[in-house]
């Protein structure tokens, strides 16, 4: 089974509606991030938790908001979708442990378009 | 805010031709990991390289971390159609106290 999962896969909606997407892991770690990618260019960091309590914004937050549920759980919330949104939105997690480097592990990706 | 630049963006060589990624900023990193996303999956991890001037090889793949640590690169020898995808490079400023900053990424395509 994947360590990092991530529901829906695909997700077409319309302009103003709100959607949630979900991120689970069974890697136990305690680090888990989104990042938007759109087509031929790199990941934009959007937020990132370090721990249950910890939530901080990525450099495009604006429009999204977060929920860390449990260590295994990082949901990614749009109140109210516009088009631009339209993206490949992934899910990863992290634990720098003693190598004092940190590794991402990423999920399969959801792809999401708004019309 | 630090920035990774990955040059170049695009990238469509032959099989058996010979290629270099380039990945520079003007920030130290502490360490600096390269990553390969293939079509339809998330990034993955190739190598992480922690030491100036470091140079490891993964197969036919030579990765280098400059003296400065500032900056990274990425040759292919012999590509083959496998080694299409986007290579990511990402920068770890602080020995893992802090998130990574990813480049911009290089997309490679190897014509059969």
């Known amino acids: 089974d994947a360590d990092v999962t991530q529901t829906p896969r695909n997700r077409i909606t319309k302009t103003g509606k709100r959607i949630m997407l979900e991120c689970s892991q069974t890697?136990?770690?305690?680090?888990m991030y989104w990042y938007r990618q759109d087509p031929g260019l790199g990941l934009r960091l959007i937020y990132y938790?370090?721990?249950?309590?910890?939530?901080n914004k990525g450099e495009i937050s604006d429009g999204y908001s977060v929920s860390r549920q449990a260590q295994a759980k990082f949901s990614l919330s749009l109140e109210s979708a516009i088009p631009n949104q339209t993206a490949l939105y992934f899910c990863?997690?992290?634990?720098?442990?003693?190598?004092?480097?940190?590794?991402?592990?990423f999920g399969p990706g959801t792809r999401l378009t708004v019309l | 805010t630090q920035l990774l630049e990955q040059s170049p963006q695009f990238l469509s060589i032959q099989e058996g031709e010979n290629l270099t990624v380039y990945c520079n900023s003007s920030?130290?990193?502490?360490?600096l990991q390269w990553y390969r996303q293939e079509p339809g999956e998330g990034p993955v991890l190739l190598v992480t390289?922690?030491?100036?001037?470091e140079v490891k090889k993964l197969k036919r793949l030579t990765f280098q971390f400059g003296d400065a640590r500032k900056d990274s690169s990425l040759h292919i020898t012999a590509a083959q159609p496998g080694d299409t995808g986007l290579y990511l490079c990402a920068g770890d400023p602080n020995f893992g106290n802090e998130k990574l900053t990813f480049g911009t990424g290089t997309r490679l395509t190897i014509i059969p």
């Open positions: 938790s370090f721990d249950v309590k910890d939530i």
């Open positions: 890697k136990g770690h305690d680090r």
């Open positions: 990863a997690t992290s634990d720098p442990g003693t190598m004092s480097t940190d590794t991402q592990y």
């Open positions: 920030s130290v990193f502490s360490s």
């Open positions: 390289v922690v030491t100036g001037g």
